[in-house]
């Protein structure tokens, strides 16, 4: 069956969006290659989903890959790299038929060669294209001793020649499954990490790192040396830490990858974060905020000018949340600007530039020259510098509305941290107008929970038991849990020269308004988290 004439099997295909599908479709009308390898390549459907719809639509049985040989099945000696093209593989053959795994069978060319180099009748069963790709260079080898000839490299190996190492087929296909796996599991970083007799390969999902399989130890400069070369950096400099940028597609999604590396013992360290392009909308409603929270902010985002700071450490979320602040305020009578380091969030109405220290692009040189633009409302990814900080509160001051993310632990510690910057208190008086803190909490996957007994002052509560719907971590997902500190009355009045967090805390507290602990509670008591998860990211409940 050829897939030009009966295309429609992709609308079989679970999850995938009609809007998907005609991308497939548009994209194997234009490059003339088939569906099912236009659709991998575009990355909206897993190889699984892809075999499942196939299958409804052809009627042939899927195998798995405890049913691949553990030898080559010589199949009439049929060439391995016409199989490696066609992404096929012999599994079994007799005296009457060969039995041939593919991941396409709408695509008549596997059965046609393997028939002409056998003789024999083929039987086709359908397979995901990576178990195929993974069994051909288990079974024919030709990656693999691919790399073992490119990690003959040593120390002594000039840099010219490991460049050209690195950059052989091969090692790019390494690193490319390795990332391509990262993104599959929703990885947000890896790690690779040589030590004296192995390699670790780790990847943090759901801000938890999990290890993976990981290459061989010899690999370990090779692989360091191909990202290196990604980011642009020096691969000859192995005594010194560097950082770098790298912009790639992954399995046909666009990916930001901000790399660093470190010297080490036994080799290079290497860290990946991946940003990938989002251009889904978020809202307030998606990040974790409660009905009372979600009131608070948007009071505030209503007001005509000011400053609210969001606090927290790398990787809680802030950036999300004033994504989804954003997305309230985007309307045709307002301008927005927003200031980043990267851009995260594509969206849509909202003026987006990206800082670039490196040509003197900084946050407080770009905030300068956008307060010529007339905003209404501007966003600055981070407050880093007195500079900076003191431009921000003085835009909140001339009638702009500034939300704007700060390095603190705690709400409280927000405007602390403006004033040991260098901002004038008597200026954050007459501006700050919210604090908040954030944390991201792992969702317990709704598969497999199951109610325990709750911790002491909690009503109710539930515990992670893992599935396959979670890859047995039993979370999937995140949540925000925040804390809002307000600024006027008592508080406002607090901000002066060496007021501490632990002063304006207590005055929260004192007016009632709700901890970050709180707020852990209610979620764990919802059954959103467990309490052994809010206390490792609290510390405590």
Request: aromatic share 2%; glycine share 8%; net charge negative.
């Amino acid at each position: 069956m050829d897939d030009r004439a009966a295309p429609d099997w992709l609308d079989r295909v679970a999850g995938l969006s009609p809007a998907d599908a005609g991308r497939a479709r548009k994209l194997a009308a234009q490059t003339g290659e088939r569906l099912a390898r236009a659709l991998r390549r575009l990355g909206t459907a897993s190889d699984q989903a892809i075999a499942e719809a196939l299958a409804a639509q052809t009627g042939f049985d899927i195998v798995p890959v405890t049913d691949f040989p553990a030898e080559p099945v010589e199949a009439g000696g049929v060439a391995p790299d016409f199989l490696t093209n066609t992404v096929a593989l012999p599994i079994a053959e007799t005296d009457s038929e060969v039995v041939l795994a593919v991941a396409d069978p709408t695509d008549p060319a596997p059965a046609d060669g393997v028939r002409l180099a056998s003789g024999k009748p083929v039987r086709l069963v359908i397979a995901g294209f990576t178990d195929i790709e993974t069994a051909q260079t288990r079974l024919y080898g030709k990656t693999q001793r691919g790399l073992d000839a490119a990690a003959d490299a040593d120390d002594d190996t000039d840099s010219d020649s490991l460049k050209d190492l690195a950059s052989e087929a091969p090692v790019v296909r390494l690193v490319s499954d390795i990332l391509a796996d990262a993104l599959a599991r929703r990885a947000s970083d890896v790690h690779v990490e040589p030590f004296r007799d192995h390699m670790r390969l780790r990847f943090r999902i759901d801000g938890v790192l999990q290890e993976r399989p990981a290459p061989p130890q010899h690999l370990a400069r090779l692989v360091a040396s191909r990202i290196k070369i990604m980011a642009g950096l020096d691969i000859a400099e192995r005594r010194r830490p560097q950082d770098g940028r790298a912009r790639i597609a992954v399995t046909g999604r666009a990916l930001d990858l901000r790399i660093a590396t470190a010297p080490t013992a036994h080799g290079e360290s290497v860290t990946i974060r991946l940003l990938e392009d989002r251009d889904a909308e978020v809202k307030l409603d998606d990040v974790g905020l409660s009905p009372t929270h979600r009131d608070a902010l948007q009071h505030h985002l209503e007001a005509p000018f000011g400053l609210i700071l969001v606090s927290g450490p790398t990787g809680s979320g802030k950036t999300t949340t004033l994504a989804g602040a954003l997305d309230w305020l985007n309307a045709p009578g307002r301008k927005l600007v927003s200031i980043e380091d990267p851009i995260e969030y594509q969206i849509d109405g909202v003026n987006q530039i990206a800082v670039n220290p490196g040509i003197g692009l900084t946050f407080a040189h770009v905030l300068r020259s956008v307060l010529r633009h007339d905003p209404d409302v501007i966003v600055v990814g981070e407050l880093r510098d007195g500079e900076t900080a003191e431009i921000a509160v003085n835009a909140a001051l001339t009638g702009h509305l500034v939300l704007a993310t700060v390095h603190a632990n705690t709400a409280a510690g927000a405007a602390p941290r403006l004033i040991d910057m260098g901002v004038d208190p008597a200026l954050l008086r007459s501006t700050l107008r919210l604090m908040i803190a954030q944390r991201l909490l792992r969702i317990l996957c709704p598969d497999c929970r199951k109610p325990c007994d709750p911790p002491e002052g909690l009503t109710k509560a539930w515990e992670a038991v893992g599935c396959a719907s979670c890859d047995g971590t039993g979370y999937k997902g995140r949540t925000g849990v925040f804390e809002f500190v307000e600024t006027d009355g008592p508080i406002g009045s607090s901000l002066r020269e060496g007021v501490s967090s632990g002063e304006i805390e207590k005055l929260a507290r004192k007016q009632r308004m709700p901890s970050i602990r709180d707020d852990a509670r209610a979620k764990i008591e919802a059954g959103i988290t467990s309490a052994e998860e809010a206390i490792r990211v609290l510390g405590g409940l």
